[in-house]
C-alpha cells in the first residue's frame, strides 16, 4: 500500500517522499481515505502510531481543493489538551503542508494573546489550540467559526482527564452543527464515548491497536525497591544499564527539581520539565535534548504527550503515573514508528495499587526484576503469577552512555549488605548497616538517601506537596486561561 495509491495529491507525496514516509501507518491506510470522503472518524490510536499525518494529511488536501477563508475566519480546529502537543501537531501541520498554499498558526494559553489575535486577522486554514485559550479567543471577538468545515479533538481522553470537559461544552455550542469531526483518542472510556455520542455523525471507526494496550514495540519491565531509594538505584541502573539518553517521569513537580539536583551533583546532565515551567523553557528543554546536549529529561506528566524524540530508546518511570492511561502514554514516548524501545519502572510498596491497575488496563504483567543491594524493606506484594522477580541484567555499555564519575554517595551508607552483589559500574558494597525490623520505610532514623532527597523524601512540616493529577490539572487550566475575561463564560468556578 502506498500513500499515492490513498489518494493523496501530488504536493503532499512529495513533502513525505522528502520526510522519508514511504509507506503508510495502520491507522493513516484507514483515516486517510475516510478523511478525504468526508466521513466522520472515531480512531482508537496511541502516540506513535502516525495518528497526526492520519488526519493531516487529508485535512490539508481537502482544505487545497476547496475554499478560501476570511477575515478572522478558520477552516479547520484542532482541538488538544496541552501547549506541547499543540506545537508539536502545528509543527506535523507545516511540515506536511510545506508545498501547499495554506496558512495554519496555533494559539494556547500562558503566552500572550496578542500574536495570536493578529494571525488570525486575516484568518487562517488550520488553527491548533487547546481548548481554554480558543474560548479567549472566541470572547474577544478575535475569531469566528462560520466557515470551520473539519474539527479534530486529539487526544480526547486527555482532554477529558484534565478537566476540559466544560470548555468543550462551551466550544461545540459556538461551532457550526454542519462539520466533519474527527475524535481521536488513545482510550475510549464512558466519559469518551459519551462526549463522542453527542459530535460525531455515523463515524468510521477506527483501531489500530486493541483498546488499552500498550504500544507493542516497547519492551517493558520494572525493578522494586524501597521509595527513598530511588534516586540511588536510578543512578545505579543509570550507570549499570548505560542508559544513553532517557525521558525519565516523576510524579510532582518537586520530585522533578529535586532529582535533577542529585543528577547535577553526580555529574549527570539532566534538564526538566513541568508545570512550573513557562513554556519557553519548557522548550529550551526539550531542543537541548533532543540535540542531545543533556542526557536526561526529567517530566512531570504534563509532558507525558506530545513530546516528539526522534529514536528515543528509553523512558524511565521514577514513579508510576497517578492514572493508569498515563503509564501507556509515558512509554509512548519512546517504541516510535516502528522502532525498538524500553520503558522501566521504579515500583515500591505504596505504589501496588496503581501497578495492578496498569496492569489490568494494558492486560499484560510487567516482568519484574530486583537489584541486590536494593531489594525492598518493604515488599511490593505481587500483581501477577509471573511475579517471581528475575536479576537485573548488565547492559553493553554503547558509546555516548558515560559512567558516572562519582559514586552515589548514599549508595555507601546506606545499602543494605549486598550478599554476592552483582553490583556494577563504580558502586561499592557498603558496610553492613544493621536493620531495624518493623521500621517505617519512612522513617528518619536511618541516614539513608541523605543526598537523594526527591519526591521519595519526605516533605518538610506544613509543607503544600503537589500531587501529579492537580499540577497537570492547574496546568492544563492556565495553559488555556491564562488571559480570561472574569465572568465571560457560564461554568461554575472550579468547574473547569
Ligand atoms: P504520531 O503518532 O502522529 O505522534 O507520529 C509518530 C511519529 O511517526 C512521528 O515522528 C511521525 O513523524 C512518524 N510517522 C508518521 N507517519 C509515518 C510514516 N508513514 N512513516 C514513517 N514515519 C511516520
Same mark, same amino acid.
Given at each position: 500500500?502506498?500513500?499515492?495509491?490513498?489518494?493523496?495529491?501530488?504536493?503532499?507525496?512529495r513533502?513525505?517522499?522528502? +520526510?522519508?514516509?514511504?509507506?503508510? !501507518?495502520?491507522?493513516?491506510?484507514?483515516?486517510?481515505? #475516510? &478523511?478525504?470522503?468526508?466521513?466522520?472518524?472515531?480512531?482508537?490510536?496511541?502516540?506513535?502510531?502516525?495518528?497526526?499525518?492520519?488526519?493531516?494529511?487529508?485535512? /490539508?488536501? *481537502?482544505?487545497?481543493?476547496?475554499?478560501?477563508?476570511?477575515?478572522?475566519?478558520?477552516?479547520? +480546529?484542532?482541538? %488538544?489538551?496541552?501547549?506541547?502537543?499543540?506545537?508539536?501537531?502545528?509543527?506535523?501541520?507545516?511540515?506536511?503542508?510545506?508545498?501547499?498554499?495554506?496558512r495554519? #498558526?496555533?494559539?494556547?494559553?500562558?503566552?500572550d494573546?496578542?500574536?495570536?489575535i @493578529?494571525? /488570525?486577522?486575516?484568518? $487562517?486554514?488550520?488553527?491548533?489550540?487547546?481548548?481554554?485559550?480558543?474560548? =479567549?479567543?472566541?470572547?474577544?471577538?478575535?475569531?469566528?467559526?462560520?466557515?470551520?468545515?473539519?474539527?479534530?479533538? =486529539?487526544?480526547?481522553?486527555?482532554?477529558?482527564d484534565?478537566g476540559?470537559?466544560r470548555?468543550?461544552?462551551i466550544? /461545540?455550542?459556538?461551532?457550526?452543527?454542519?462539520?466533519?469531526t474527527?475524535?481521536?483518542?488513545?482510550?475510549?472510556? =464512558?466519559?469518551?464515548?459519551?462526549?463522542a455520542?453527542?459530535?460525531?455523525?455515523?463515524?468510521?471507526s477506527?483501531?489500530?491497536? @486493541?483498546?488499552?494496550t500498550?504500544?507493542?514495540?516497547?519492551?517493558?519491565w520494572?525493578?522494586?525497591?524501597?521509595?527513598?531509594?530511588?534516586p540511588?538505584?536510578?543512578l545505579?541502573? $543509570?550507570?549499570?544499564?548505560?542508559?544513553?539518553?532517557?525521558? %525519565?517521569?516523576?510524579?510532582?513537580?518537586?520530585?522533578v527539581?529535586?532529582?535533577?539536583?542529585?543528577?547535577?551533583?553526580?555529574? %549527570?546532565?539532566?534538564?526538566?520539565?513541568?508545570?512550573?515551567?513557562t513554556?519557553?523553557?519548557? +522548550?529550551r528543554?526539550?531542543?537541548?535534548?533532543?540535540?542531545?546536549?543533556?542526557?536526561?529529561?526529567?517530566?512531570?506528566?504534563? #509532558?507525558?504527550?506530545?513530546?516528539?524524540?526522534?529514536?528515543?530508546?528509553?523512558?524511565?518511570?521514577?514513579?508510576?503515573?497517578? &492514572?493508569?492511561?498515563?503509564?501507556?502514554?509515558?512509554?509512548?514516548?519512546?517504541?516510535?514508528?516502528?522502532?525498538?524501545?524500553?520503558?522501566?519502572?521504579l %515500583?515500591?510498596?505504596?505504589?501496588?495499587d496503581? $501497578?495492578?491497575?496498569?496492569?489490568t488496563l494494558?492486560?499484560?504483567?510487567?516482568?519484574?526484576?530486583?537489584?541486590?543491594?536494593?531489594?525492598?524493606?518493604?515488599?511490593?506484594?505481587? !500483581?501477577?503469577?509471573?511475579?517471581?522477580p *528475575?536479576?537485573?541484567?548488565t547492559?553493553?555499555?554503547?558509546?555516548?552512555?558515560?559512567?558516572?564519575?562519582k559514586?552515589?554517595?548514599?549508595?555507601?551508607?546506606?545499602?543494605?549488605?549486598a550478599?554476592?552483589?552483582?553490583?556494577?559500574?563504580?558502586?561499592?558494597?557498603?558496610?553492613?548497616?544493621?536493620?531495624?525490623a518493623?521500621?517505617?520505610?519512612?522513617?528518619a532514623?536511618?541516614?539513608?538517601?541523605?543526598?537523594?532527597?526527591?519526591?521519595?523524601?519526605?516533605?518538610?512540616?506544613?509543607?503544600?506537596?503537589?500531587?501529579?493529577?492537580?499540577?497537570?490539572?492547574?496546568?492544563?487550566?492556565?495553559?488555556?486561561?491564562?488571559?480570561?475575561k472574569?465572568?465571560? *463564560?457560564?461554568?461554575?468556578?472550579?468547574?473547569?
Amino acid at each position: 500500500m502506498t500513500f499515492q495509491a490513498l489518494g493523496l495529491i501530488d504536493p503532499l507525496l512529495r513533502t513525505l517522499n522528502a +520526510l522519508g514516509y514511504h509507506k503508510p !501507518t495502520p491507522v493513516q491506510k484507514q483515516a486517510i481515505p #475516510a &478523511v478525504l470522503a468526508g466521513r466522520d472518524v472515531m480512531a482508537a490510536a496511541q502516540t506513535g502510531t502516525g495518528k497526526t499525518a492520519g488526519f493531516a494529511l487529508p485535512i /490539508l488536501q *481537502r482544505l487545497t481543493m476547496d475554499g478560501l477563508t476570511g477575515p478572522q475566519r478558520i477552516r479547520a +480546529l484542532v482541538l %488538544v489538551p496541552t501547549r506541547e502537543l499543540a506545537e508539536q501537531v502545528y509543527e506535523s501541520f507545516r511540515n506536511y503542508g510545506g508545498n501547499l498554499p495554506l496558512r495554519s #498558526a496555533v494559539a494556547y494559553g500562558g503566552v500572550d494573546i496578542a500574536p495570536q489575535i @493578529a494571525k /488570525l486577522r486575516k484568518g $487562517l486554514d488550520v488553527l491548533v489550540a487547546t481548548p481554554g485559550r480558543l474560548i =479567549d479567543l472566541h470572547d474577544q471577538g478575535a475569531i469566528n467559526f462560520e466557515l470551520l468545515q473539519t474539527l479534530v479533538l =486529539d487526544e480526547a481522553d486527555r482532554m477529558l482527564d484534565l478537566g476540559f470537559e466544560r470548555d468543550l461544552d462551551i466550544l /461545540l455550542e459556538a461551532l457550526p452543527k454542519q462539520r466533519q469531526t474527527l475524535l481521536f483518542s488513545a482510550t475510549f472510556s =464512558d466519559e469518551v464515548r459519551k462526549l463522542a455520542r453527542g459530535i460525531v455523525k455515523d463515524p468510521v471507526s477506527i483501531q489500530v491497536e @486493541a483498546a488499552n494496550t500498550a504500544v507493542k514495540s516497547v519492551k517493558q519491565w520494572l525493578v522494586t525497591t524501597d521509595k527513598r531509594r530511588k534516586p540511588e538505584l536510578f543512578l545505579h541502573l $543509570l550507570n549499570k544499564l548505560a542508559w544513553s539518553q532517557a525521558l %525519565v517521569f516523576v510524579k510532582t513537580r518537586k520530585g522533578v527539581e529535586a532529582l535533577v539536583k542529585t543528577l547535577h551533583e553526580h555529574g %549527570v546532565t539532566a534538564d526538566s520539565i513541568h508545570g512550573d515551567k513557562t513554556q519557553p523553557a519548557r +522548550l529550551r528543554a526539550l531542543e537541548r535534548f533532543k540535540r542531545k546536549e543533556v542526557r536526561l529529561l526529567i517530566a512531570t506528566d504534563v #509532558a507525558a504527550r506530545g513530546l516528539d524524540i526522534e529514536a528515543l530508546p528509553q523512558v524511565v518511570n521514577f514513579d508510576l503515573p497517578s &492514572v493508569a492511561e498515563d503509564y501507556i502514554h509515558r512509554i509512548g514516548r519512546t517504541g516510535r514508528a516502528g522502532m525498538e524501545g524500553e520503558a522501566v519502572s521504579l %515500583v515500591c510498596a505504596d505504589e501496588v495499587d496503581m $501497578l495492578k491497575a496498569i496492569e489490568t488496563l494494558t492486560r499484560q504483567p510487567i516482568p519484574r526484576y530486583v537489584e541486590a543491594g536494593f531489594e525492598a524493606d518493604h515488599r511490593v506484594p505481587e !500483581t501477577s503469577s509471573n511475579a517471581t522477580p *528475575r536479576k537485573v541484567p548488565t547492559a553493553k555499555r554503547p558509546s555516548g552512555a558515560p559512567q558516572i564519575a562519582k559514586a552515589p554517595a548514599a549508595a555507601k551508607t546506606a545499602a543494605r549488605p549486598a550478599g554476592g552483589s552483582e553490583s556494577l559500574g563504580v558502586w561499592t558494597p557498603p558496610e553492613k548497616v544493621s536493620k531495624q525490623a518493623g521500621r517505617d520505610d519512612n522513617a528518619a532514623a536511618k541516614p539513608r538517601g541523605r543526598s537523594f532527597n526527591t519526591s521519595g523524601g519526605s516533605a518538610p512540616k506544613g509543607a503544600i506537596v503537589v500531587t501529579s493529577g492537580r499540577g497537570t490539572k492547574s496546568q492544563a487550566r492556565s495553559d488555556g486561561r491564562a488571559a480570561a475575561k472574569p465572568g465571560a *463564560r457560564k461554568s461554575k468556578p472550579g468547574s473547569r
